[in-house]
């Protein structure tokens, strides 16, 4: 079955480093997402990628945040010079528009950890 | 105000027993999709059932169903007969057609089943 893929599953990092986090979504998924999920609370909407370009952001995906698709593959997250409030759970979801339910499919998630 | 609303934090039920969890939205698109998702602690989302904002029946997909009151904006999910590894959190989600691509999430519910 499809999945979604996402590494690290772990990373812990120092206050102020850049960090990437990377996805493969599946193959004929159209619609690209990264959510995050900060300890024991909600899952909060990052941001959205369609047609090579963001399509949403929420008001969590400021300057320091970014993402890219650069082979057709690979959807990576970079955080620029990560926070102390960033540590939380990171997922990345595909979607695909064409089925009807449109459900998201959700990677296992990349756990960033930043002293 | 909330897009999607979950008022019980926690749930306790009896294995083999049925459980419903709360779920409204707040939306004033006609064109909508209600998931439901579920996170063990290992963390992952696991997508468990839709109900389309069109659909006339209730969605049912094994032993959860999809209590659907469309004048009452709610989506409450029923586990029938629970079993020790329902155990986890339960997200209740809304896409959008006016927001294109973004799903916006409730604050989960957490569910033990007690043996």
């Known amino acids: 079955e499809p999945e979604v893929t996402q590494t690290p599953s772990h990373q812990v990092t120092q206050m102020g480093q850049e960090v990437i986090l990377r996805c493969v979504p599946i193959?004929?998924?159209?619609?690209f997402y990264w959510y995050r999920q900060i300890l024991g609370q909600k899952v909060e909407f990052l941001v959205s990628?369609?047609?090579?370009?963001?399509?949403?952001k929420s008001e969590i995906f400021d300057d320091q945040f970014s993402v890219e698709r650069p082979d057709g593959s690979n959807f990576t997250l970079k955080i620029r010079s990560t926070k102390l409030e960033d540590s939380a759970m990171y997922f990345c979801a595909s979607s695909n528009w064409e089925v009807p339910t449109g459900e998201l499919f959700f990677g296992e998630g990349s756990r960033l950890t930043v002293l | 105000a909330q897009k999607i609303t979950q008022t019980q934090p926690g749930m306790f039920v009896q294995e083999k027993e049925a459980v419903t969890l709360d779920c409204t939205y707040d939306?004033?698109?006609?064109?909508?999709?209600l998931f439901w998702y579920k996170q063990p602690s290992s963390g992952e989302m696991i997508f468990l059932i839709y109900q389309g904002s069109y659909d006339e029946q209730n969605a049912t997909e094994g032993r959860y169903s999809l209590n659907f009151q469309k004048a009452r904006k709610s989506a409450n999910l029923v586990i029938s007969a629970s079993q020790l590894g329902d155990s986890a959190m339960y997200f209740c989600?809304?896409?959008?057609?006016?927001?294109?691509?973004?799903?916006?999430f409730g604050t989960g519910t957490s569910l033990t089943v007690i043996p």
């Open positions: 990628f369609y047609n090579n370009e963001i399509s949403e």
């Open positions: 989600a809304m896409r959008e057609s006016n927001t294109g691509n973004q799903f916006y």
């Open positions: 193959s004929n998924h159209l619609y």
């Open positions: 939306t004033s698109d006609q064109s909508y999709g």
